[in-house]
């Protein structure tokens, strides 16, 4: 299994390629601002042919290079209903007026790329030689979801901004709910194996039983 992870250049925004191996097809999941270079980089060295991008959520350092990317490679996108508004008006969903300037840069447009597909809570996507299972987790946004790669020699979780090492995704911009969060946590996550790696939306990557242990938010609910 071919995992390769990034961080955008702006916020760290953690963007990762899967793949069965080199050579293969692959997803690519959460491409944020600036990973062009980068992207590229990983594809042509791994020799990969990506066939979607997988969005946990609909925030626009996760987004915001969905459309050049979808477009470059005539693929699809994947998003949760809930958040898919926030592909074509990221201001919303960040409590900003809408057309201000994002990442220091004015006058950016937004718009959906050709080809926008559901992730539906216990969807399964077998897709690019991988199996994964789809779980909504709102809580930091209304159509947050994680992503659970089954693999041969170990679970992964792409879990986006719901779960980092020691800490959860902010509940505060619109659309977050502290009570949908702790929901989330609770009957999404720690019914999970320990042995399950998280893959988060910032930061490094970590197990489900190390949050289990020492992340304050979870163990409160243990």
Known sequence: MLIEGFPAQVAGTNC??????????CVIIDPGYGVSGQLDEILT????????????HGHLDHTFSVLPVCQARDVPAYIHPGDRP???????????????????????????????????DHGRLDIAGLSLTVRHAPGHTAGSVVL????????????GDVLFAGSIGRTDLPG??????????????LPMPDAV????????????????ATNPFLRELT
């Open 16 to 25: 990762f390629v899967v793949a069965p191996g080199p050579g293969e097809q």
């Open 45 to 56: 060295d791994n020799r990969l042919h990506p066939v979607a991008v997988l969005l946990t």
């Open 86 to 120: 926030a592909l074509a008006d990221p201001w919303t969903g960040l409590g900003l007026p809408f057309g201000a300037p994002l990442f220091g840069v004015q006058n950016l447009t937004f718009a959906e790329p050709d080809d926008v597909r559901a992730l539906d």
């Open 148 to 159: 659970t790669l089954d693999a041969a020699d170990e679970d992964v979780l792409f879990a």
């Open 176 to 189: 977050g709910s502290m009570a949908a969060m702790t929901e989330s946590l609770r009957t999404v996550l």
């Open 197 to 212: 790696v998280v893959c988060p939306g910032h930061g490094p990557r970590t197990t489900i039983g190390r949050e289990r």
